[in-house]
Nanobody, 125 residues
Framework: VQLVESGGGLVQPGGALRLSCAASGFAFGAYALCWFRQAPGKERVFVAY????????YYADSVKGRVTVARDNAENAVSLQMNSLKPEDTAVYYC???????????????????WGQGTQVTVSS
């Protein structure tokens, strides 16, 4: 099982980035997925959730209206489009698979396994 994030980088405030997560080694379409982020010195926190079919989406209040999560089950990939980025969005962003394929929306780190290695997003002028 492998999850590989990409698309991070340095962007100015107000800018946009699209993160991608490529999955392999498991039945991708059978699992919900999420994005979390971890800022330096802080805990890993929930950002976005997408159900197996992509029909249920859930976002943290801190990013609602600025980010969109999507998945392509044919390509075994999930993305996170982030717009109107703020300095406080600076963090390492991780994608992860819902541990319980029949579980509901999960916002805890413990709800997800395995995880990717993360991709750094830095929002700064």
């Amino acid at each position: 099982v492998q999850l590989v994030e990409s698309g991070g980088g340095l962007v100015q405030p107000g800018g946009a980035l699209r993160l991608s997560c490529a999955a392999s080694g498991f039945a991708f379409g059978a699992y919900a997925l999420c994005w979390f982020r971890q800022a330096p010195g802080k805990e890993r926190v929930f950002v976005a959730y997408i159900s197996r079919s992509g029909g249920i989406l859930y976002y943290a209040d801190s990013v609602k209206g600025r980010v969109t999560v999507a998945r392509d089950n044919a390509e075994n990939a999930v993305s996170l489009q982030m717009n109107s980025l703020k300095p406080e969005d600076t963090a390492v962003y991780y994608c992860a698979t819902r541990s319980d394929p029949n579980g509901s929306v999960g916002v805890r780190v413990s709800d997800y396994n395995p995880w990717g290695q993360g991709t750094q997003v830095t929002v700064s002028s």
